[in-house]
């Protein structure tokens, strides 16, 4: 089984914290870039011959695209690919891009499962992340959704923006948790160098997260999800049984995946290529009936290695304890960073603070 990921790179806005490849103003090039994905779909689809047991459509901000444009697009994936009956099919929103109407195309086109971009329900936080919607915003999509026959929803989280506190985290989880989303993905605020937000905090014009708060916010998440009965089966995912997002899970398990649009990557073996990533670019190159790769590495035996110990313990599933030398073992549980289950070894909540350097422990 393998994965298929559909990327959409027009936003509404962009925000200050984003790193992803994602633009504005290019509003004119929609239907002409649904036009460019069909084609690159059928350009990609003679060597992949694997059935596609997952299709994530994300951005960006796949619901800026016109109803009957991501239609078309869902329809016409499922043509060129092997997709069986029981397929997850995400596609991911922003609040203020979808009514009742909208997702009912969806749901009629083949798509199973919805990813909504909430990250608070604090007014204040949200203009720190200078996001367009408000609370208000997300309880109405969410009430669509369901309208529209939606079953298994996401809310997206992002917790340590500048003027959070763990109080109004709190209130946040809460709100979200009352929802009744199937699924929650809570991710810690990042600082990324080439974006706004990276710039200006090099600038001393915003402060960066309090990486102690951070760690305190991702504690009462872990508390509170749980205790409302979602699993904590990836390091920033909760689920209710059964309802982890089995396109993510694909990927940490080192499943092959194919990506189709500006910037996507694809896997397979251990080579990893990718996309270009300016729109106009890619639009380009599939019109001119080109694969728009623009890179491709190959992992070698350390480097796949060490990449399979780091996603094992992302997905809670820890690696072999016969894998790792002892005495660098015993420390981490000793500390309270890792835990024994069966024959394998795995992160406790703590360690999952500190992952990067239970990687490096465990694979040298």
């Known amino acids: 089984?393998?994965?298929?990921?559909?990327?959409?790179?027009?936003?509404?806005?962009?925000?200050?914290?984003?790193?992803?490849?994602?633009?504005?103003?290019?509003d004119h090039l929609r239907s002409r870039y649904v036009r460019a994905l069909l084609r690159e779909a059928e350009l990609a689809g003679a060597a992949w011959p694997e059935p596609v047991e997952t299709v994530f459509v994300g951005g960006g901000t796949p619901t800026?695209?016109?109803?009957?444009?991501?239609?078309?697009?869902?329809?016409?994936?499922?043509?060129?690919?092997?997709?069986?009956?029981?397929?997850?099919?995400?596609?991911?929103?922003?609040?203020?891009?979808?009514?009742?109407?909208?997702?009912?195309?969806?749901?009629?086109?083949?798509?199973?499962?919805?990813?909504?971009?909430?990250?608070?329900?604090?007014?204040?936080?949200?203009?720190?992340?200078?996001?367009?919607?408000?609370?208000?915003?997300?309880r109405r999509a969410m009430a669509a959704a369901r309208e529209a026959g939606f079953e298994d929803v996401n809310l997206d989280l992002i917790y340590g923006a500048e003027g959070e506190t763990l109080a109004s985290w709190q209130r946040t989880?809460?709100?979200?948790?009352?929802?009744?989303?199937?699924?929650?993905?809570?991710?810690?605020?990042?600082?990324e160098p080439g974006t706004p937000l990276g710039r200006a905090v090099a600038l001393g014009l915003r402060r960066p997260p309090d990486p102690d708060l951070q760690a305190d916010m991702f504690a009462l998440a872990c508390e509170l999800l749980g205790e409302a009965g979602?699993?904590?089966?990836?390091?920033?995912?909760?689920?209710?049984?059964?309802?982890e997002c089995r396109h993510n899970l694909g990927y940490w398990r080192r499943r092959p995946y194919l990506g189709l649009g500006a910037g996507a990557h694809s896997?397979?073996?251990?080579?990893?290529?990718?996309?270009?990533?300016?729109?106009?670019?890619?639009?380009?190159?599939?019109?001119?009936?080109?694969?728009?790769?623009?890179?491709?590495?190959?992992?070698?035996?350390?480097?796949?290695?060490l990449e399979e110990v780091l996603l094992r313990l992302r997905i809670l599933e820890g690696v072999p304890a016969s894998w790792a030398e002892p005495r660098a073992v015993e420390p981490l549980l000793d500390a309270g960073l890792l835990r024994e289950q069966g024959a394998s070894l795995v992160p406790t909540e703590r360690g999952m603070l500190l992952l990067n350097e239970l990687v490096l422990a465990l694979a040298g």
Not at 8 to 21: A, H, I, K
Not at 83 to 91: D, F, I, M
Not at 287 to 298: D, F, K, Q, V
Request: proline share 7%.
């Open 230 to 243: 979602y699993r904590h089966y990836e390091v920033s995912n909760w689920a209710r049984p059964g309802r």
């Open 64 to 138: 800026t695209l016109a109803a009957e444009d991501l239609a078309a697009l869902l329809v016409a994936l499922r043509e060129r690919y092997r997709v069986p009956p029981g397929a997850e099919v995400t596609v991911e929103a922003n609040p203020d891009t979808v009514d009742v109407g909208k997702l009912v195309v969806l749901r009629e086109s083949g798509a199973t499962r919805l990813s909504m971009g909430a990250q608070s329900f604090d007014p204040t936080v949200l203009a720190s992340l200078e996001r367009v919607h408000g609370p208000d915003a997300v």
């Open 1 to 26: 089984m393998s994965g298929l990921y559909v990327h959409v790179p027009f936003c509404l806005t962009r925000c200050g914290y984003c790193d992803f490849n994602a633009y504005t103003g290019l």
């Open 173 to 191: 989880l809460r709100e979200a948790i009352a929802l009744g989303p199937e699924h929650v993905s809570a991710y810690a605020l990042t600082v």
């Open 267 to 305: 896997f397979r073996g251990e080579r990893r290529w990718w996309n270009v990533r300016p729109p106009e670019e890619y639009l380009r190159r599939v019109e001119a009936g080109e694969l728009p790769i623009g890179g491709e590495e190959r992992l070698g035996p350390e480097q796949a290695h």
